[in-house]
């Protein structure tokens, strides 16, 4: 009985063991593996990342009941399992947020969907940038058209933009030179830092004139005083506003406000010329008919541009200088005059009907005031009545000139107007006797009318200087007449 049920039990046995050899599966076994091939009772495949590279496996294990084939799949490790013969030839296993671009096409998309928008931003803001540059740039650009009638016309155009010009050009070409040639605004404010101040070449009630270098090359800084800040402002304002450009008026280049020895100074950058103002030059120097008639030409050329209103988005506003004297004029290389200081200037649209006069309060000087200025009847919401004090002040320039012109070997030593009647710092009541109630003017030398070109500017002076402003030559009228005596000044020099 005993035996019989030992041979059962080991008949049983017998029977499990080929059940279990019988349900061993043949599965794929890589990389690491005897042969291409492994016994078990489960397949599997996994993957993990080491040192952010994929490692892929394929094998078999013994129990179906393992915690790895409950399907956990991670970033960095995953695991499948199957349960058929070979069933992990063709079995694939992704980690999460770890797809590899060139297993899935979608990474492509999903980076296209980013990147797309980006360069599409990036594009638009290249294109704003450089239409915003190509404002700034053609607000620095400018045209003048101006046509008189004895049919001489002039259109200047100069892109004076510092990217395209060398300092050279900026500061030393005559046919370019000339106000709202300035450096661009925001580049302006950093110019102060590159100048060096060499020597003081002049003094007044606005502060001191220095001749500076800037890049090698020799500009004039003016330094105006504290209590002048209006005049500062004002002629900043002028300069880089009214696209002011021509030969015979400053060459501008930079505003600045600056910290020196813990005190805020105010620059004006501008061109320098080294024979300084009429003023100065006058004194040491004795005139030839041929230079006498340039200074003057030229000045009034100045004058007439100042004076026109020229329409059109690349004009500019008609102004009116109001302190124009020998000191407020400057002597270039080539024997022409380009008129400085516009501190005080009015500015007039006619298009829009605007007047501005600003809000100096600063005044001319004394010595050069129309009789209207001095006693208090100019109307100040007329424009012309200010170009009619240019013209008395050009008058009295003209007047100073001349007397330092040679005729037959013969000139009188500088002086300035009203000599022999005020003071040498005249008062407002001085000035106001002698030119409105006494109603006099500064005796012409006699000498002048023995030469025709100086009696004809002698004639000249005295139409400037009527008591009633619209009696008074305009600027062009003299332009004009100024021109017409070139002209005839030159034919000997043709003819021989």
């Given at each position: 009985m005993f035996q019989a049920a030992i041979l059962g039990l080991s008949l049983a046995i017998l029977s499990l063991s080929r059940n279990v050899i019988a349900?061993?599966?043949?599965?794929?076994?890589?990389?690491?593996?005897?042969?291409?091939t492994c016994s078990g009772r489960v397949c599997f495949v996994s993957k993990h990342l080491e040192e952010g590279k994929p490692h892929n496996k394929k094998g078999c294990m013994r129990d179906p009941t393992s915690e790895y084939c409950k399907g956990s799949i991670t970033e960095v490790y995953g695991m499948k399992c199957c349960f058929s013969n070979m069933c992990n030839e063709n079995l694939n296993i992704e980690l999460k947020d770890n797809i590899e671009p060139n297993e899935d096409p979608s990474h492509k998309k999903l980076l296209l969907i980013i990147l797309v928008p980006l360069f599409g931003i990036l594009l638009l803001s290249v294109l704003v940038g450089l239409l915003v540059w190509k404002l700034v740039q053609n607000r620095w650009r400018q045209m003048h058209y101006v046509s008189d009638e004895l049919g001489d016309m002039d259109i200047m155009l100069k892109a004076a933009m510092v990217g395209d010009s060398t300092l050279d050009d900026l500061l030393s070409?005559?046919?370019t030179t000339g106000s709202g040639s300035g450096l661009p605004f925001l580049v302006q404010r950093t110019v102060a830092r590159q100048i060096t101040l060499v020597e003081c070449v002049?003094?007044?009630?606005?502060g001191e004139v220095w001749r500076a270098t800037w890049h090698g090359e020799n500009v004039a800084v003016k330094i105006f005083s504290s209590r002048d800040e209006q005049s500062w402002f004002r002629e900043?304002?002028?300069?880089?506003?009214?696209?002011?450009?021509?030969d015979n008026i400053?060459?501008?280049?930079?505003s600045d406000m600056t910290s020196r020895n813990s005190s805020t100074q105010l620059w004006l950058i501008t061109h320098y010329h080294e024979h300084g103002s009429l003023y100065d030059y006058l004194q040491s120097t004795v005139l030839d008919g041929e230079t006498c008639l340039r200074l003057a030409n030229s000045i009034i050329c100045g004058l007439v541009h100042l004076h026109v209103e020229i329409f059109g988005t690349q004009g500019k506003p008609a102004i009116a200088h109001r302190d124009l004297k020998s000191r407020n004029i400057l002597v270039k290389n080539n024997m022409q005059c380009c008129i400085a200081d516009l501190g005080l200037a009015v500015i007039h649209s006619q298009s829009s009907d605007y007047l501005d006069i600003g809000n100096n309060p600063r005044v001319g000087t004394k010595r050069y005031m129309a009789p209207e200025v001095l006693d208090e009847q100019i109307r100040m919401d007329c424009f012309e009545s200010f170009k009619r004090t240019d013209i008395w002040a050009y008058g009295l320039v003209l007047w100073e000139i001349a007397r330092r012109t040679a005729v037959n070997g013969i000139v009188e030593d500088?002086?300035?107007p009203f000599f022999d009647a005020v003071p040498i710092d005249p008062s407002f009541e001085d000035m106001k006797k002698v030119v409105?109630?006494?109603q006099q003017t500064p005796t012409v030398p006699n000498r002048l009318y023995s030469d025709p070109t100086l009696s004809a500017?002698?004639?000249?002076?005295?139409?400037?200087?009527?008591?009633?402003?619209?009696?008074?030559?305009?600027?062009l009228r003299i332009k004009k007449t100024l021109k017409k005596l070139s002209n005839s000044f030159d034919k000997p020099k043709q003819l021989s």
């Open positions: 349900d061993e599966l043949a599965c794929v076994c890589e990389p690491a593996c005897e042969s291409a070409d005559d046919c002049g003094k007044g009630r606005y900043t304002e002028i300069y880089n506003t009214v696209l002011l450009r021509h400053l060459g501008f280049i930079a500088y002086k300035p409105c109630v006494d500017l002698a004639k000249i002076m005295k139409e400037c200087w009527y008591q009633s402003p619209s009696a008074r030559l305009t600027a």
